[in-house]
């Protein structure tokens, strides 16, 4: 079996738990709960022919007060940069951690998460934006924890480029 640790990066509040509540357990939850420190969740998947044991980190979201620790990423295999669609600016605390993580622990897969796809009418991320992470060329995925929409996509898909390396 082949044991991997997966890292969830991002502001407070974009949703990284409730994404991992979603895949690990398939349930959603309304009630908002701050991540202190870190959370560790596991799941095993099987991935063409290859049993996949995940080791999912849910690191505490990064605010004004608050720098997430980049120690925790030490042995990942790959990890999600999670947005909340609704706040443009968790997208660039995104941009800003990944280039944080990569001067850390080097070059990995890496998914962009954009998080809340079901409240697309409070939309804050915007076209110039969307050029902005295509130009980075990106792997993005939208998402929303509550219905479910993306999350497997996501997991699997960063699952398997981990997988590769």
């Known amino acids: 079996m082949i ?12 949703g990284k738990t409730s ?19 870190v959370k560790i969740d596991k799941k095993s998947l099987n991935i063409g022919g290859k049993e996949l044991n995940l080791i999912l980190w849910d690191l505490y979201g990064e605010d004004e007060f608050q720098k997430v620790r980049m120690s925790y990423l030490r042995g990942s295999s790959g990890y999600f940069l999670v ?3 609704t706040r443009r600016t968790t997208l660039d605390k995104a941009f800003t951690l990944q280039k944080r993580v990569e001067d850390t622990i080097g070059t990995l897969p890496f998914i962009l998460v954009l998080n809340k796809w079901d409240l697309t009418e409070e939309w804050d991320i915007d076209d110039t934006a969307m050029d902005e992470i295509v130009e980075r060329g990106w792997l993005v995925v939208k998402s ?9 996509e996501a997991f699997l898909t960063l ?4 997988i590769e390396v």
């Open 3 to 14: 044991q991997k640790k997966m890292c969830m990066v991002g502001a407070f509040a974009t």
């Open 19 to 37: 994404l991992v509540s979603r895949f690990v357990k398939s349930i959603y939850s309304d009630t908002y709960q701050t991540t202190v420190g």
């Open 83 to 85: 947005a909340d669609g």
């Open 144 to 152: 929303s924890a509550k219905t479910g929409l993306g999350v497997e």
């Open 159 to 162: 699952a398997k480029k981990m």
